[in-house]
Structure formats: structure tokens, C-alpha cells
């Protein structure tokens, strides 16, 4: 069947710029959650929603950064006045969202800032 | 959550087995051992997991020692598409805000020929 879907695979902006990543989960998972993965390092946790409602956002790192998912299926990563720093590889994952369900991920979208 | 300890990098030739050690001494008693994989340019992979007893699937092998402070994972016949950053990770069998894994640096697994 269908994995998790992210789009663009690729996203070059400009510093300052508002940019929006897309995520489409697996049918029927009700866990959703985006990390970010810098070169060299493991992903790092953002945001984690069940249905709806964000969970847990203490992973994202500064106001700048909002998600949401309206319909408790797509969900959409916001960055606001994006820095060099945000570069990186942005994950989504999604589960049935119990405590032994395995996350499934989606490739990835490179976020590029110049 | 407890934090698990690998080693950076290891090597292992193609049709040996991988045997990937995990260290996770403050595991708690209501924690799952979880191992992922990502493959260069890909979303991690879900491998296997459990919590006390061993376990089997298609993919690998998960050995978990009866104090439950370490792990190996093993890949009985390791071939070249086995190369790839293996996470090691533990997280809560019960939470009310969520599973999100915690990744840490992984060891990253090259297979030669």
C-alpha cells in the first residue's frame, strides 16, 4: 500500500521567506509526527499529533515554527522568516499511535536557505 | 527516557552476520527496545522491536539480555543493501504525550563485498 508521502522532496528559499512542507500520512494512523535531521546526526523530534491535536510540540525549536493538521489526516509544517539554520532534512512519520506501533516515515523534504 | 549507547561505526562482510550491539543500562520496566535503520537519502526504517523476550521477524533478530541492560541486533546474511545507520532506541510501552522516539547518532553499518 501507500507510505507516507512528502511534498516537495526539495525546497530552496531565501532567507526571510515563509515556506510550508507538506505530509500525507498513511491511511487510518492517527499519530503523526515530524522530526528534523541535520547532516551527520539522527532526526530530532519536532511535533506529535494525535488526530488533530498537536500532543506535543516541545520539540520545536523556537515560535517560528507551527504545524497543523486540520482533518487528522495531511499536516503541514510552517516556517515563518526562515534562517540558514533551518536547513535540513524535514521527516514525517506516522502510526497507529499505541504504544508498540511502529512509526512509519516518509523520505523526507530538503529544506534548503540561502 | 532512557538513553541507549552504540558504537559509531562497525563493518561486516557480505553474507557474514551483523551482530549491532545496543547499551541501555537505565532501561525501565515499561520501556520497549525499538531498532530502526535509514538507508543513505531515505526515511528511517522500522526493523523490530520487543520487550523482554526475544523476537524474529523477516528482517533481523533482536536478542535482549534478561536484565534487559543490552541488546544485539542481528542480520544473519548481511548484503551490500544492508549498509545503513542502525538506531537503537527505547521508548515507553504506556505515555499520554505520545511515542516519539528519540533518536540518537546511530552506528553506521558498512557492508563490503
Known amino acids: 500500500g501507500a507510505g507516507v508521502s512528502q511534498t516537495p522532496s526539495n525546497k530552496v528559499t531565501e532567507k526571510g521567506k515563509y515556506v510550508e512542507l507538506r505530509c500525507d500520512p498513511i491511511?487510518?494512523?492517527?499519530?503523526l509526527y515530524w522530526y528534523r535531521q541535520s547532516l551527520g546526526q539522527g532526526p530530532e523530534f519536532l511535533i506529535y499529533?494525535?488526530?488533530?491535536?498537536?500532543?506535543?510540540d516541545s520539540g520545536l525549536p523556537n515560535d517560528r515554527f507551527f504545524a497543523v493538521r486540520p482533518e487528522g489526516s495531511v499536516s503541514t509544517l510552517k516556517i515563518q522568516r526562515t534562517e540558514r539554520g533551518d536547513s535540513a532534512v524535514y521527516l514525517c512519520?506516522?502510526?497507529f499511535g499505541q504504544g508498540n506501533s511502529p512509526l512509519h516515515f516518509g523520505n523526507g523534504t530538503r529544506l534548503t536557505v540561502t | 527516557d532512557a538513553k541507549t549507547t552504540q558504537p559509531p561505526s562497525m563493518d561486516c562482510a557480505e553474507g557474514r552476520a551483523a551482530n549491532l550491539p545496543c547499551n541501555h543500562s537505565?532501561?525501565?520496566?515499561?520501556?520497549?527496545v525499538y531498532w530502526y535503520r535509514q538507508i543513505h537519502s531515505q526515511g528511517p526504517q522500522y526493523i523490530i522491536h520487543?520487550?523482554?523476550n526475544n523476537e524474529t521477524n523477516e528482517m533481523a533478530s533482536l536478542i535482549i539480555t534478561e536484565d534487559r541492560k543490552s541488546s544485539t541486533l542481528i542480520l544473519p546474511h548481511a548484503t551490500l543493501r544492508d549498509t545503513a545507520v542502525y538506531y537503537c532506541?527505547?521508548?515507553?510501552?504506556?505515555?499520554?504525550?505520545?511515542?516519539?522516539?528519540?533518536f540518537g547518532k546511530g552506528t553506521s553499518l558498512l557492508v563490503t563485498p
Open positions: 499529533f494525535q488526530g488533530t491535536g498537536a500532543a506535543d
Open positions: 532506541i527505547v521508548s515507553p510501552t504506556n505515555s499520554n504525550s505520545g511515542y516519539a522516539l528519540n
Open positions: 520487543g520487550l523482554k
Open positions: 491511511s487510518g494512523h492517527t499519530a
Open positions: 537505565t532501561i525501565s520496566g515499561n520501556e520497549y
Open positions: 512519520a506516522s502510526s
